[in-house]
């Protein structure tokens, strides 16, 4: 059982359009993280949220804490065929020394 | 860059057969973790060091096993590879130097692909 689960597993979509990814689970996060990850590649963070109720920006990408620090979700606008790629969620808790990371969404943008 | 090194890249053996997977870090970092990744899984923590010779168990450490006798070098060992342990493995470090880390960011190295036949 996977501590923390990512919908949807696969997105197609079209250059241009807006896309929601959804990282949910049942347990209490002290953080949470949005990775990337390219063919060939480890994964490289994007954001950190720590906040229940935080929003962070980085550029076109929208990230944001559930106020109860279980889930997050991460908005891409106008996505470009640059944004394909597995976004990973991370989740950290508290006293832990590892972070549990969530079942992925592979995500191809069609230009 | 966070000067993390794999090595091999890519192997395959078979079944039966025992595997060493090198990490290798340039950076001092206290705390190392081994992954598998696997479609649909994500990644999933095998084991992780938290100091030389400090180790522990991560939720899928069944059939593998680690040392750590330098800072720099953290080594995970199938000691009888089965065909369920083709995956790709990926080593990680924390850049987290404090006691209570409320944070992790972890730096990745390039992984490397196994195939056990």
């Known amino acids: 059982t996977q501590l923390l689960e990512q919908s949807p597993q696969f997105l197609s979509i079209q250059e241009g359009e807006n896309l929601t990814v959804y990282c949910n689970s049942s347990s209490v996060f002290s953080s949470l993280q949005w990775y990337r990850q390219e063919p060939g590649e480890g994964p490289v963070l994007l954001v950190t949220v720590v906040t229940g109720g935080e929003v962070k920006k980085l550029k076109r990408l929208t990230f944001q804490f559930g106020d109860a620090r279980k889930d997050s979700s991460l908005h891409i606008t106008a996505a470009q065929p640059g944004d394909t790629g597995l976004y990973l969620c991370?989740?950290?808790?508290?006293?832990?020394?590892?972070?549990?990371f969530g079942t992925g969404t592979r995500l191809t943008v069609i230009p | 860059d966070a000067g993390i090194t794999q090595s091999p890249r890519h192997k395959v053996t078979e079944t039966g057969t025992p595997v060493t997977l090198r990490c290798h870090q340039t950076e001092n970092h206290r705390y190392m973790y081994w992954y598998r990744q696997d479609p649909g899984h994500g990644l999933r923590l095998i084991h992780y060091?938290?100091?030389?010779?400090?180790?522990d168990k991560g939720e899928v450490s069944d059939g593998y096993s680690v040392s750590r006798s330098k800072t720099e070098d953290f080594l995970l060992t199938l000691e009888s590879a089965t065909s369920s342990q083709t995956s790709v493995y990926f080593c990680a470090i924390s850049a987290q130097r404090g006691l209570v880390r409320r944070t992790d960011t972890q730096y990745f190295g390039p992984g490397t692909r196994l195939t056990v036949l």
């Open positions: 060091s938290y100091g030389v010779k400090d180790t």
């Open positions: 991370a989740g950290k808790q508290t006293g832990a020394n590892n972070l549990f």
